[in-house]
């Protein structure tokens, strides 16, 4: 059916000049010369067969007709307006994205990334939910998520993302510099993690070395403590090295070995089954795995 109806040119020219009652101000608006203004309500008015304005010296007022017409007239052009810009964005990923993560690798390695993403992506907005065991992570509470171990994990799908190095660090002011023996480094306090209870002996085994049992020492709940008790000059603790970069790159911590270890447990995105196809979730997933130069598994 062939619709009867005038040019949305002709209106924005009408509504505006309705609007200010002045021509010249219109033609200003909207970025025509007057004369396309007249012109285009010219149209109009031929094409509705009713005059729209009063014209006088200084001012056009709306006649009747027209005063009806602005109060259509408005309305209309505002909906066409925001449903153009809902079209010029149709299909663009935008919204926000839950991304799970254990809190100091989320504090230390996963922030300045989500930063990075969002400043690539600014209509996704990036927020981090922790976890602090693989027992905790809810695929309903996340839409995708950074674990340690080894999969299955519970309904989602796994790509290995990246290998998690357990580096030996302590104060430069408690081990000036890395020990040739790994063993002297026994003759210092050792710093444990409770989520990480063997990472003494896996660091000695990948060396050679068998311990029969965890140095004794100072014990805490998070990695973020820990470090902080190794720069305090506490002991010798045994933590990823990619969450103290900053602190080796500025002297708050050293090496107190040089060896790092590489354990078989490496570190896996894992996107729950519900989001697999998701826009944001994918577009996550791609540029994480690109940055970090990982590999599907599958």
């Not at 031929?46 to 709306?62: A, H, I, K, N, S």
């Not at 810009?85 to 390695?109: D, E, H, K, N």
């Not at 070995?257 to 078989?264: D, M």
Request: contains cysteine; neutral net charge.
């Amino acid at each position: 059916m062939k619709r009867n109806l005038p040019s949305t040119t002709a209106l924005q020219c009408f509504e505006a000049a309705a609007r200010y009652s002045n021509f010249t101000r219109a033609a200003e608006e909207l970025n025509l010369t007057q004369g396309a203004i007249s012109r285009q309500i010219r149209l109009l008015e031929e094409f509705l067969g009713q005059d729209l304005f009063l014209r006088r010296r200084r001012r056009v007022d709306p006649t009747p007709a027209g005063r009806a017409l602005l109060a259509e007239t408005g309305p209309l052009l505002t909906q066409l307006d925001s449903m153009v810009i809902r079209l010029q964005r149709f299909g663009a990923v935008a919204g926000s994205l839950s991304v799970g993560c254990y809190p100091t690798l989320g504090t230390r390695w996963l922030l300045p990334l989500s930063i990075a993403f969002s400043e690539t992506y600014p209509d996704i907005t990036v927020n981090i939910v922790t976890y602090t065991a693989n027992s905790d992570l809810d695929p309903d509470a996340i839409d995708i998520g950074i674990v340690q171990g080894d999969p299955p994990f519970r309904g989602m799908i796994a790509d290995r993302l990246m290998p998690e190095g357990l580096a030996a660090v302590a104060s430069p002011k408690l081990v000036p510099g890395p020990v040739d023996n790994p063993e002297k480094l026994l003759t210092y306090r050792a710093i444990h993690v409770y989520s990480r209870p063997v990472s003494w002996q896996i660091w000695f085994r990948t060396l050679g070395l068998s311990l029969d049992d965890e140095p004794k020492g100072l014990f805490y709940s998070q990695f973020d403590a820990a470090i902080e008790a190794a720069i305090h000059g506490a002991g010798i603790a045994i933590v990823p090295k990619l969450l103290i970069e900053r602190e080796l790159a500025d002297g708050r911590l050293g090496l107190a070995h040089p060896h790092i270890a590489w354990p078989k447990h490496t570190y896996y995105l894992a996107t729950p089954q519900k989001n697999i196809g998701d826009p944001r979730t994918t577009l996550f997933r791609d540029w994480l795995m690109a940055r970090m130069g990982a590999e599907a598994t599958g």
